[in-house]
């Protein structure tokens, strides 16, 4: 079997890419940036010429790439909307049948947030592609080499005291990197989960509050906690 991750570098397609090719699956890892080697893609989702010679031959597609914050020419319509559908298209062209597309859990449009709408719309194209699909729409997701618990501890060991943004705390479900490369892995190769959009969540809901205090007890570095509005923090950002 032979699998194409888009974001194939970054912190989903890392962890999926090494799960299949220890389970003997051939994976084909398309991004912005690659070393120059085997297996590996310069991409950035808009040259459907290199999408179709990435993906021949291919059993299917995992979609994991995207962007949270936009920087330049990388906006999220030019990734999460255009990429996703000239990834379609291309995948229709060299005849692979399956895309498994990772989204957001707060995915659904007309909400005000460019990142949720441009989400909702990447699952639009999918659902409305023809092609047999899986979407996930994955909460926090954290685990080795990810970014959360990397600048979360960043700021603990930079700042006097930790900021939490406004006054009442909203329960979130952090979802353990491991557990979503598992329904990633059944969706892609297994082939589960057809024509379904499902939301993948960790077993436990906690507040952020108590993330930083378990992230804090583990690098050792309490550092007292505040609340504070949120203009108050676009004020320290600019």
């Not at 999460?80 to 000239?86: L, P, S």
């Not at 996930?136 to 939490?164: E, K």
């Not at 024509?195 to 550092?223: M, Q």
Request: aromatic share 8%.
């Amino acid at each position: 079997m032979k699998i194409a991750i888009t974001g194939g570098t970054g912190f989903i397609g890392r962890h999926l890419a090494k799960r299949l090719a220890a389970g003997g699956v051939e994976v084909v890892l398309l991004a912005r940036h690659v070393p120059d080697q085997a297996g590996f893609v310069a991409s950035d989702l808009s040259d459907r010429a290199v999408l179709r010679d990435a993906l021949a031959g291919c059993d299917a597609v995992a979609h994991c790439a995207g962007i949270n914050r936009e920087l330049g020419q990388q906006t999220y319509r030019r990734v999460h909307i255009d990429g996703t559908r000239n990834v379609i298209e291309a995948a229709i062209e060299v005849g692979v049948k399956r895309i498994v597309l990772m989204s957001f859990l707060r995915a659904r449009p007309h909400c005000g947030s460019s990142y949720h709408e441009s989400k909702w719309a990447a699952e639009e194209l999918i659902r409305n592609s023809g092609l047999n699909y899986t979407i996930l729409r994955a909460s926090m997701v954290y685990g080795r080499g990810d970014h959360m618990l990397d600048h979360l501890s960043h700021a603990l060991y930079t700042f006097p005291f930790f900021a939490m943004v406004g006054f009442v705390e909203k329960g979130i479900r952090p979802l353990a990197i491991e557990d979503l490369v598992d329904v990633l892995k059944a969706a892609v190769v297994e082939n589960r989960l057809t024509k379904k959009t499902v939301a993948v969540t960790g077993a436990e809901e906690l507040y952020l509050s108590e993330a930083v205090r378990r992230v804090s007890r583990v690098i050792g570095k309490r550092v007292p906690m505040i609340r504070a509005p949120i203009w108050l923090h676009y004020a320290f950002a600019y």
